[in-house]
């Protein structure tokens, strides 16, 4: 095993070496996370190691502040941002021993699905790779908005990297990159010191290039906060179980994610994805989410009226660039709409007038109102398929353990063909992630193979072509049952490893 001090060494290389596809927005002073190495190294020499994450390398998602270290959000009005805390997520992990490398680009303030909104510039997926080399002719997005920390674990310039997933922030960026994306319950990890965008779905979470490391990471970070009072949720200390199966385990695939917009490429590798569980033992059967497909509407209006209001504190004032010199405008009105005008960029003003368009008075019945409705039954839908320790059988309906779907409907686009989409186009990117964070459900995305992009065909886990991108499964469970999601995905982590032995 490599020391503390290979591993920061090891991962200084690899940000040098891949600095082209725009991973981070800024890297850790080499002294001072130089330090932090040596410390652990210094602990395992004498014994004292703190656990499986001390000495591991860490990148931090800019939408988490870091105290001392720059905190923009991708965005013109927090460019100069110093906060003066660090967020609990962060501190948590650094307390286990984590080395922070540096702070991830994503879209502006979380607002995004292909990581292309960012004053950084655009976020480039490692995939495919021709010889051994990033193919840089025709780039892929990273996914977004986390598409900065999974392309700094794909690309090995950390061990872990620090995610927020609002409606798939994490999971979607893995799927692209070929990584795990790990979203525990809502109200699993604190959300304090996280930047917000829509405060009733952030939810920190971990992407890596294994479960096991994932689900460290993730019990490193878990339990509640006395500064956010969401953190709910006890503190965890998952194991998942190497070489375990899935007998008397129950696996859901639902019927409404049969989408026309589902690639056959995809459908092939879920299909694989099922065989896989069947074969460790487990049920598969059909089910039924009847609000899934309300789920996205929902989302995007629910999610815009919060990040309206919380985005109202980047006036020029409190937060954010100000426009011009201070006495450059004839009233605050004016001087608050240059401010936003001209440092927020053009998803996030889209998102805030939607926002401000479902709250207003003569809406807000129709759009806000309806879309709480419709997050009410895609709660209840999910309540009555998954087993939790809190449900009640009603004798009707067949219940499932966990939820195996796929994480995106088709593979990575290219860059140049998602700065093509429409706004809505980009936004059905979400389709499949979105209603387990209406639900406040925990998910990961692990990778299960490639589809070959040439021929648009499932080629499996085995050594890819040169023109395959990767492709995730989603596996969803009960709010607060972490650990099925985690062994299920153990699973298939194994089954698709065994396959290129």
């Known amino acids: 095993m490599s020391t503390p001090i290979e591993l920061f060494r090891s991962a200084r290389a690899a940000i040098t070496a891949t600095r082209a596809l725009g991973a981070f927005v800024s890297e850790t002073d080499h002294k001072t996370a130089l330090k932090a190495a040596q410390a652990a190294a210094h602990?395992?020499?004498?014994?004292?190691?703190?656990?499986?994450?001390?000495?591991?390398?860490?990148?931090?998602?800019?939408?988490?502040?870091?105290?001392?270290?720059?905190?923009?959000?991708?965005?013109?009005?927090?460019?100069?941002?110093?906060?003066?805390?660090?967020?609990?997520?962060?501190?948590?992990?650094?307390?286990?021993?984590?080395?922070?490398?540096?702070?991830?680009?994503?879209?502006?303030?979380?607002?995004?699905?292909?990581?292309?909104?960012?004053?950084?510039?655009?976020?480039?997926?490692?995939?495919?790779?021709?010889?051994?080399?990033?193919d840089a002719t025709s780039p892929r997005v990273s996914g977004g908005s986390s598409g900065g920390s999974a392309v700094a674990v794909a690309s090995f310039s950390c061990d872990i990297a620090l995610g927020s997933d609002t409606g798939g922030s994490v999971r979607i960026p893995a799927a692209y990159c070929g990584v795990v994306g790990y979203k525990p319950s809502y109200g699993r990890t604190s959300r304090h010191g996280l930047v917000a965008y829509a405060s009733s779905l952030d939810t920190p979470g971990i992407l890596s290039r294994s479960v096991r490391m994932a689900t460290v990471a993730a019990n490193a970070m878990s339990g509640p906060d006395v500064n956010d009072a969401t953190s709910t949720l006890g503190s965890t200390s998952f194991v998942p179980e190497i070489g375990g199966d899935l007998t008397g385990v129950t696996v859901g695939i639902p019927r409404q994610y049969h989408i026309a917009e589902l690639a056959p490429a995809m459908l092939a590798a879920w299909q694989q994805a099922e065989a896989w569980v069947v074969a460790r033992g487990a049920t598969v059967v059909p089910v039924d989410l009847h609000c899934t497909r309300n789920g996205l509407p929902a989302y995007y209006l629910l999610a815009a009226a919060e990040a309206s209001s919380n985005m109202a504190r980047y006036d020029g004032m409190q937060y954010g660039q100000r426009s011009g010199a201070a006495n450059s405008h004839a009233t605050v009105r004016e001087?608050?709409?240059?401010?936003?005008?001209?440092?927020?960029?053009?998803?996030?003003?889209?998102?805030?007038?939607?926002?401000?368009?479902?709250?207003?008075?003569?809406?807000?019945?129709?759009?806000?109102?309806?879309?709480?409705?419709?997050?009410?039954?895609?709660?209840?839908?999910?309540?009555?398929?998954?087993?939790?320790?809190?449900?009640?059988?009603?004798?009707?309906?067949?219940?499932?353990?966990?939820?195996?779907?796929?994480?995106?409907?088709?593979?990575?686009?290219?860059?140049?063909?998602?700065?093509?989409?429409?706004?809505?186009?980009?936004?059905?990117?979400?389709?499949?992630?979105?209603?387990?964070?209406?639900?406040?459900?925990?998910?990961?995305?692990?990778?299960?193979?490639?589809?070959?992009?040439?021929?648009?065909?499932?080629?499996?886990?085995?050594?890819?072509?040169?023109?395959?991108?990767?492709?995730?499964?989603?596996?969803?469970?009960?709010?607060?049952?972490?650990?099925?999601?985690?062994?299920?995905?153990?699973?298939?982590?194994?089954?698709?490893?065994?396959?290129?032995?």
């Open 43 to 134: 602990r395992l020499s004498n014994g004292n190691s703190l656990g499986d994450l001390d000495g591991r390398t860490l990148a931090v998602k800019d939408n988490f502040c870091v105290s001392g270290s720059l905190t923009t959000c991708a965005s013109k009005a927090l460019a100069t941002f110093e906060p003066c805390y660090t967020a609990t997520a962060v501190k948590r992990l650094q307390d286990a021993g984590c080395v922070v490398v540096g702070k991830t680009n994503l879209d502006e303030f979380g607002m995004g699905s292909f990581n292309l909104h960012s004053i950084a510039g655009h976020v480039s997926n490692p995939y495919p790779i021709s010889s051994g080399i990033h």
């Open 335 to 501: 001087l608050i709409t240059a401010s936003r005008s001209d440092t927020l960029g053009a998803e996030v003003q889209r998102r805030i007038l939607t926002g401000c368009f479902t709250l207003a008075r003569d809406t807000y019945d129709s759009y806000y109102d309806q879309a709480q409705r419709v997050r009410r039954l895609i709660c209840d839908d999910f309540a009555r398929v998954l087993v939790s320790d809190a449900s009640v059988p009603d004798g009707t309906t067949q219940r499932v353990d966990a939820l195996l779907t796929p994480t995106t409907p088709t593979i990575a686009p290219t860059v140049a063909a998602a700065r093509a989409y429409s706004a809505v186009q980009g936004y059905a990117n979400d389709v499949f992630t979105v209603p387990a964070s209406l639900a406040g459900l925990p998910a990961i995305s692990v990778p299960i193979g490639y589809i070959d992009s040439a021929t648009d065909t499932y080629v499996g886990a085995t050594g890819p072509p040169a023109t395959a991108i990767p492709a995730g499964m989603q596996i969803i469970a009960a709010r607060g049952n972490e650990q099925r999601v985690l062994q299920v995905a153990q699973v298939l982590e194994e089954a698709a490893a065994d396959t290129r032995t």
